[in-house]
């Protein structure tokens, strides 16, 4: 993977967490003791916070929030603030509403249910980013999140597509410089498959993998592999089995597939939540530094590996996700 200069845009999901640590899973119609506390959450903001803790380049975020002046709203950047994250290409909803997840982290072993409400709220519109100059805002990468606006992310991808071909026509330089782009394709819906191609690289989740059939890594890699644009990466991450990933070639077939295994984390396994979200963030930081897809992939399992053995989910994320991108 070449170097890639420039900022980053994380587009998705942000929302409030009410993260609830018990000692053991509660019994249903039992009164359990916890300790709960709020955190942001969604995974492109995890994926900013985690490349913000990494990148020397200006991280993005852009989604949907509350207004400035509610209190939600105002948690929510403040968040985002304080790792340095601009968040000028988000939009505002008016009032204190968003989307929330309770979530329930069994500190015994480290899993994490979720339950999430978004009611009405919307989902990102691109006409926030439709009309940006990147090229001025020295923009190198996208990553989306691949949701319900399925349709709508898949117009962006092509549009920077052709701002990408328009660029290639007008420089000799327009290899190092244009535009790459990633989605992560996490929940199991099937218009999300729409978003394979005008794609440089495709996160796959175990959930997504295995409702289209898939055993494991390697086969979920392989199954993507040929519905994805030549020289497309597809990487799947596979819990505490690891991760693979491979590069679709000219002939229509892919590289040799590369298999990784998980990274032991530098701790007990507490809490898994948002580990899958660090995956992703330093795999792109990886690619984007120039690291073969290899060395990406053993990046990306040491920071999520560190991440399962934090209890405070990413309030000193630049210590452990510094630390363990130094090792690996």
Known sequence: ?????????CVGLCCLDLVSKVDQFPLEDTDSRANISWQLGGNAAHNAIVLAALE????????????????????????FAKHSIDTSLSQSVQGDACPVSMVIVNTDNGSRTILHDRGDFPEFSFDQLRDRDFAAADVGWIHFEG??????????????????QRAASMSSASVAMRIRTSVELEKCRPELTSLLGNCDVIFLSKEFASFHGAADKVAAVRLFLERVDVGATVICAWGELGCAGAVRSGGGHGSDIISVPAAAPDGPVVDTLGAGDSFVAACLHGLRAGRSLAEALRLAAAVAGAKCARADGFSRVADWAGRAAKLS
């Open 56 to 79: 020397s380049k200006p991280v993005y975020f852009a989604g949907t929030m509350p207004s400035e002046n509610s209190f939600n709203g105002n948690y929510i950047r403040s968040v």
């Open 1 to 9: 993977m070449l170097h890639t200069p420039g900022s980053i845009i």
């Open 147 to 164: 949701r319900r606006n399925a349709s709508e992310i898949a117009a962006m991808l092509s549009r920077i597509r052709a701002m990408n």
